[in-house]
């Protein structure tokens, strides 16, 4: 029994309420979609590019050379992780198929328990990790949006096995790292060897997935900013970040210094980025006004600061025409879905958070049916009610067909779609299917395969294309070079392909 006039310290509430353990239900039933859709790999977009980095590092680990066409060459593509994979690859003779999936387990796993880490640095609240994935993967739009270091639940589908996704992973895990090394123990920052794993970490970061790593660098500022570091804090931040630039400097893959002026040449196929905002974005208006909560409490919080950071770069690249500039709105999103998710999760008065759990339910709902095509991915557009089953985006067929006829190293000559998956099975094509910036050749091999493929171009003409890029093997779609000089048909593919040999 209590003693009169005494009081007795109540310990903070720990265990989760029952809405709590909901979310995390939820939360669990949406990362068991991803790790199915994992199973199925749907193809879409740059997992071909990925595939036959894995072909290249597999087959020669230190002097790979150009990924996609037959040219010593460095990649950006050539990064710790791909190594990692690539090694992986050779040392188990596994596919690089099923490496990539076992990759993709890693990077999902990596960005759970990152985004777990970093929400627990803001929040102590059981609900808060679970809402923040919630929130990182629904809150988005009504119009679905794929694109790599974009963590909607429909572009995380089809992106999990890029290195993206890797790349965030150990982005939230930078921030949360960094967080307690601000804090540090005793009012004293963390040690020296702390800030220099740190730097490490940036630049591996960095290497992966430079977009990504512009965000990372972005929240890593805003994490430093919003803690009122001081000098100490500072000199320490120096040393981490010399550390990361000598690592970027040293990697020997490819001069990460020299992708500072490949901004220009990726403008054009950054475009669509700025296009539709609203139908791709409007659900995180929510989190735009938890935002503003956070601000009117504190002016330097650090997920408003990240807000400000990323809104403004991608701002400015709208204004300059610097389209490339768009793959930075995760720096505005990111903070904006994860301070909704705390602010419901928080300790305000009641009926302010039930208000909040409602209006972000309803939304997070809105989501859920806007990317539910993603089930597609696990059980066919088939096994789906017609409503859903419109949301499904087909993915691309492989090109499995052809590798009982051209081996590892064949060049191809194919159209820019086929030149995308050709790779991914070890062979090269003539022009790359994805823009690249150390290949200095690549309009002039653009513009041979335009020539190779127009109506009626002589047989000279092909023949010294063929000559000069080495193509022992022809992809084609219809009749376009049926009965053409010094082709014979071997193989016909799904959707009216057709596989040539080239004679001579």
């Keep these: ?144 949006f794929t694109w790599s270091g974009f963590l909607g639940l429909h572009s995380l589908a089809l992106t999990v096995a890029y290195p993206s996704v890797f790349a965030l992973g150990l982005a939230f895990h930078l921030w949360a790292w960094l967080a307690g090394a601000v804090r540090g123990s005793g009012g004293r920052p963390a040690g020296w060897g702390v800030w220099l794993g740190l730097g490490v970490l940036w630049a591996v970061i960095l290497l992966v997935h430079q977009f990504s790593g512009i965000v990372a660098s972005l929240g890593a500022l805003a994490v430093v900013c919003g803690a009122r570091a001081g000098r ?77 950071l990323g809104a403004a770069v991608f701002v400015a690249g709208g204004v300059s025409g610097h389209w490339s500039w768009g793959r930075v709105l995760p720096a505005a999103l990111i903070p904006a879905q994860l301070a909704v998710a705390l602010e419901v999760a928080g300790s305000g008065r009641r009926a302010v958070r039930v208000a909040g759990a409602c209006v972000l339910a309803a939304a997070l709902a809105v989501g859920a049916w806007a990317q539910a095509g993603t089930l597609g991915y696990v059980v066919g557009r088939e096994a789906l009610p017609g409503a859903v089953a419109k949301k499904v985006r087909e993915p691309w067929a492989g090109y499995h067909w052809i590798t009982p006829w051209v081996g590892y190293g064949d060049v191809v000559m194919a159209r820019r779609l086929p030149s995308r998956r050709i790779p991914a099975y070890g062979a090269y094509t003539v022009a790359p299917g994805y823009p690249d910036f150390f290949l200095r050749d690549e309009d002039a091999r653009a513009a041979a395969v335009r020539r190779y493929f127009t109506p009626g171009a002589a047989g000279e003409v092909r023949r010294e294309i063929v000559r000069e890029y080495g193509v022992r093997w022809v992809v084609d779609r219809g009749p376009g070079l049926r009965g053409a000089e010094g ?14 040999a080239v004679t001579e």
């Design 1 to 144: 029994m209590q003693r009169s006039g005494t009081t007795r310290a109540v310990p903070p509430r720990t265990v989760a309420a029952p809405w709590a353990v909901v979310v995390g239900a939820v939360a669990a039933l949406v990362l068991l979609l991803l790790l199915l859709v994992v199973v199925r790999l749907p193809w879409a977009g740059d997992l071909g590019m990925h595939a036959a980095t894995l072909q290249r590092l597999r087959h020669s680990p230190l002097t790979p050379g150009n990924p996609l066409v037959d040219a010593d060459t460095p990649s950006p593509y050539y990064s710790p992780w791909a190594v990692l994979l690539g090694c992986a690859a050779r040392l188990s003779g596994f596919s690089v198929f099923v490496v990539l999936r076992l990759g993709a387990l890693v990077a999902l796993g990596l960005l759970v328990t990152g985004v777990w880490r970093y929400v627990r640095t803001l929040s102590a609240r059981p609900a808060a990790p679970p809402l923040a994935l919630l929130c990182l993967v629904l809150l988005w739009g009504t119009a679905t």
């Design 487 to 500: 082709l014979r048909l071997v193989a016909r593919g799904p959707g009216g392909q057709v596989l040539y």
């Design 232 to 308: 100490r804090v500072w000199g320490r931040l120096g040393a981490g970040l010399s550390t990361g630039a000598a690592v970027l400097w040293l990697w020997p893959y490819y001069d990460f210094y020299a992708l500072l002026g490949a901004g220009d040449g990726m403008d054009a196929v950054h475009r669509s980025l700025y296009r539709d905002l609203s139908g791709r974005y409007w659900l995180v208006l929510v989190g735009v006004a938890a935002l503003a909560v956070r601000w009117w409490r504190d002016r330097r919080d650090a997920l408003v600061l990240f807000f400000l």
